[in-house]
């Protein structure tokens, strides 16, 4: 079990296709149309989806052949050569540092002064609760917002249902609902651990049930 630990793949990069939109689809539209407004900022709870849709963008424009960059504000410091991209995708500004929020109010202006490029941004809370600069919460608030609304658990367990059926994996409601209860509860992570347990199954050549998944949910923890 610990060396199928190890060999786990990685997971594929999120896409538009992979995103259950149901009360979303608002966002996927100004995302997608290559008319919508250049500045958009989306906000919602951990877990909603924010990071799976700023990512897809990113792919979507290279798709374009235009020049993209995703920031992470969390892990990762804003480079000022980032105002080269044609998108620029900021994720979890509300982790942004005095001089990082200096960087981004920056590169608004360059956008917004050039008439071209396009940035798209996404925190927890809507701009003007942020605890960012005053000018930068009026910067937010100028383009497009958005509240990214988290499915419910039946959504979930619904996406879940689908995702294994288009895999033809027969998985239990019971599995499903263990892995909401017991394992991170985004879904790109609970598509991800079931993808993990089709890959044990066939190793194991054992059917998905709630035994082998509290197996590998103990042994993932585990790994350093």
């Known amino acids: 079990m610990d060396q199928l630990v190890l060999d786990l793949a990685p997971a594929p990069l999120p896409v538009f296709d992979t995103f259950v939109a149901e009360r979303n689809r608002e966002v996927i539209?100004?995302?997608?149309?290559?008319?919508?407004?250049?500045?958009?900022?989306?906000?919602?709870?951990?877990?909603s989806g924010k990071t799976h849709l700023l990512q897809a963008w990113i792919a979507h424009a290279e798709t374009l052949?235009?020049?993209?960059?995703?920031?992470?504000?969390?892990?990762?410091?804003?480079?000022?050569?980032a105002r080269e991209a044609s998108f620029i995708a900021v994720d979890h500004i509300d982790d942004l540092d005095p001089d990082d929020q200096i960087t981004l109010f920056s590169i608004y202006n360059s956008l917004k002064d050039s008439g071209s490029g396009c940035l798209l941004m996404a925190g927890r809370k809507p701009p003007m609760a942020l605890r960012l600069r005053d000018d930068l919460r009026t910067r937010l608030g100028w383009g497009l917002v958005f509240e990214v609304k988290a499915l419910s658990d039946e959504e979930k367990l619904a996406a879940l249902h689908a995702h294994a059926a288009k895999r033809q994996l027969a998985v239990a409601d019971d599995v499903f609902r263990y892995l909401l209860t017991h394992w991170r509860r985004d879904?790109?992570?609970?598509?991800?651990?079931l993808d993990m347990l089709d890959r044990y199954s066939l190793a194991m050549r054992r059917p998905i049930t709630v035994p082998l998944v509290k197996n590998v949910l103990q042994t993932t923890r585990a790994q350093p």
């Open 29 to 47: 539209t100004a995302l997608t149309d290559p008319g919508a407004e250049r500045f958009i900022y989306l906000w919602g709870e951990v877990g």
């Open 65 to 81: 052949g235009r020049s993209s960059i995703y920031l992470d504000a969390k892990t990762e410091r804003l480079p000022d050569f």
């Open 187 to 193: 879904l790109s992570s609970l598509i991800a651990m």
